[in-house]
């Protein structure tokens, strides 16, 4: 069998499973003409992403009774991935980018495939999702003072450490998209994230629509610092207008 690509090798190890049950490590490392390590990794993340249970040399199917969610968060996991897959399609190999800490940015350390690139994150989760990549990024850490509310590193140690280096792209969620100002958030620590986009030649708002138009009381990223923004479909023709007035590119995931 010819070698797929990551998440086309994924996918179909979701679809064996839906109709096998159970699947073996050293079964699909044969199938797939790979490593028994690349299949744990991709078990691993599959699990985490509530696709599988992993078992003792292998995999089994998720207990249907285990599968029902909420119609609004089946929703909103879709409008994620649709951004992460827009956004990944604008990351080249060997890019140095910064990945933020957050749950729309998490999905984009998911859909990433390509090689030989440089992260840095201020999140301790992201830079373990990190580490399950087939091709596996050199991952940098902010270090620094932990929040509990954003569950990621700030202060001025991870502020001095981002200073240190230079970025293609920066990738941040929001909070808020506020239509006049930029992005918001009742978060008052704003300061590593300006300091995320001084060191990055290109940054990006990753955002689901439903987002957009809220205003909080601190600006995190004013216009001027934004160069992208990445939304789903939801979002209508006269507020993406409004949002390119101010110079800003908006992509919209299909």
Same mark, same amino acid.
């Given at each position: 069998?010819?070698?797929?690509?990551?998440?086309?090798?994924?996918?179909?190890?979701?679809?064996? !499973?839906?109709?096998?049950?159970?699947?073996?490590?050293?079964?699909?490392?044969? +199938?797939?003409?790979?490593?028994?390590?690349? &299949?744990?990794?991709?078990?691993?993340?599959?699990?985490?992403?509530?696709f599988l249970l992993r078992r003792?040399?292998?995999?089994?199917?998720?207990?249907?009774? !285990? %599968?029902?969610?909420?119609?609004?968060?089946?929703?909103?996991?879709?409008?994620?991935?649709?951004?992460?897959?827009?956004?990944?399609e604008i990351i080249s190999d060997?890019?140095?980018?910064?990945?933020?800490?957050?749950?729309?940015?998490?999905?984009?350390?998911?859909?990433?495939?390509?090689?030989?690139?440089?992260?840095?994150?201020?999140?301790?989760?992201?830079?373990?999702?990190?580490?399950?990549?087939?091709?596996?990024?050199?991952?940098?850490?902010?270090?620094?003072? /932990?929040?509990?509310?954003?569950?990621? +590193?700030?202060?001025?140690?991870?502020?001095?450490?981002?200073?240190?280096?230079?970025?293609?792209?920066? +990738?941040?969620?929001?909070?808020?998209?506020? !239509?006049?100002?930029?992005?918001?958030?009742?978060?008052? !620590?704003?300061?590593?994230?300006?300091? %995320?986009?001084?060191?990055?030649?290109?940054?990006?708002?990753?955002?689901?629509?439903?987002?957009?138009?809220r205003k909080m009381p601190n600006?995190?990223?004013? /216009?001027?610092? &934004?160069?992208?923004?990445?939304?789903?479909?939801?979002?209508?023709?006269?507020?993406?207008?409004? &949002?390119?007035?101010?110079?800003?590119?908006?992509?919209?995931?299909?």
């Amino acid at each position: 069998m010819s070698k797929r690509n990551t998440q086309q090798r994924r996918q179909l190890i979701v679809s064996m !499973l839906m109709e096998q049950n159970e699947l073996s490590v050293d079964y699909l490392a044969q +199938f797939f003409d790979t490593s028994e390590v690349t &299949i744990r990794k991709d078990l691993r993340v599959l699990e985490e992403g509530g696709f599988l249970l992993r078992r003792y040399g292998g995999a089994i199917k998720i207990p249907s009774e !285990l %599968m029902e969610e909420e119609n609004n968060e089946e929703q909103l996991s879709k409008q994620k991935l649709a951004i992460a897959k827009a956004a990944c399609e604008i990351i080249s190999d060997h890019n140095r980018i910064i990945i933020d800490s957050g749950s729309t940015t998490g999905a984009l350390v998911k859909a990433l495939n390509q090689k030989g690139l440089v992260i840095m994150t201020n999140s301790l989760s992201l830079a373990s999702e990190l580490t399950t990549l087939e091709y596996e990024p050199t991952v940098l850490m902010t270090g620094g003072t /932990w929040d509990s509310r954003s569950e990621s +590193f700030q202060g001025k140690v991870a502020e001095n450490a981002l200073r240190s280096y230079d970025f293609d792209q920066l +990738f941040i969620g929001a909070d808020g998209l506020d !239509l006049e100002r930029g992005t918001t958030t009742f978060n008052e !620590l704003v300061g590593l994230s300006q300091v %995320m986009a001084e060191v990055s030649r290109e940054v990006i708002v990753l955002i689901e629509s439903q987002k957009i138009g809220r205003k909080m009381p601190n600006v995190e990223l004013d /216009w001027s610092k &934004i160069d992208k923004i990445i939304t789903d479909s939801q979002l209508s023709y006269e507020t993406k207008a409004l &949002i390119e007035q101010n110079g800003v590119e908006v992509i919209v995931a299909k």
